[in-house]
């Protein structure tokens, strides 16, 4: 991974390329820098990154904390559909600012009017369900655990709980989507867990992403949220 420092109307760019992972701790050593250096603007670009890994939400989410102390802002742009689907497995796009394109992310800076950015080919649904799950593998035990699904897309769930498991885990889980008679089991992975500082509303809970989830699964979890999107838009309208 390497990273290169550059300005733009008064805002700080960091261009990053290569993968996020656990070996990139020279983002959280530049951030610092910046700040360090009072610039306290700050948007990373990923359009020449590789791949993102849960370690590299960590060393991102670290950064964010870094600069949000210190009264600064720090955004993305450019975020590959997998990061965007990422975030939303770890609820952390409730956190970081994404954006487009270089010139609508640098006007956000300055324009607190300006329209939240464009989001999602996938959609995400904010609900509450209840699910059951326990882990899976050489060390799994007969005990289940529940939680509460904040968050559904076809990627993954968000299951706020007090009984989180390591990263990388698989669990075996099953929740019921409403309109629907059986319940739905699949296998998950855990890639996130909350961070206490930056995600105190959803903390403790930890980002599941599905694992060989089937055509048909997926149409219905789809089909859920495209049926629910809509009815809310109507209502609010």
């Known amino acids: 991974m390497s990273t290169r420092i550059r300005e733009a109307g008064g805002i700080s760019i960091l261009d990053i390329e290569g993968n996020i992972d656990i070996n990139s701790s020279e983002i959280i050593e530049t951030v610092g820098w910046l700040v360090g250096s009072g610039k306290l603007n700050i948007l990373i670009n990923l359009e020449n990154i590789g791949m993102v890994d849960y370690s590299g939400l960590s060393i991102l989410a670290i950064a964010y904390k870094n600069v949000i102390n210190h009264k600064g802002a720090l955004k993305l742009v450019n975020v590959p559909l997998s990061v965007t689907e990422l975030l939303k ?43 059951s799950y326990k882990l899976l593998g050489p060390d799994a035990g007969a005990k289940a655990f529940e939680g509460t699904v904040l968050n559904l897309s076809a990627a993954g769930i968000y299951i706020h709980t007090k009984n989180i498991l390591p990263l990388n885990s698989l669990l075996k889980m099953s929740l019921t989507i409403p309109g629907q008679i059986k319940k739905t089991t699949t296998d998950g992975r855990v890639i996130y867990l909350a961070d206490k500082e930056i995600q105190p509303h959803v903390y403790p809970g930890m980002g599941v992403a599905f694992v060989h989830l089937d055509t048909k699964k997926e149409k219905a979890v789809i089909d859920f949220i495209d049926r629910n999107a809509t009815h809310r838009a109507d209502e609010s309208c």
Do not use: C, G, N
């Open 89 to 131: 497995v770890a609820k952390l796009d409730h956190v970081f600012e994404t954006y487009p394109d270089e010139k609508s992310a640098i006007s956000s800076f300055f324009d607190t009017e300006v329209l939240l950015h464009l989001r999602r080919k996938f959609q995400r649904l904010d609900i509450h369900l209840k699910v």
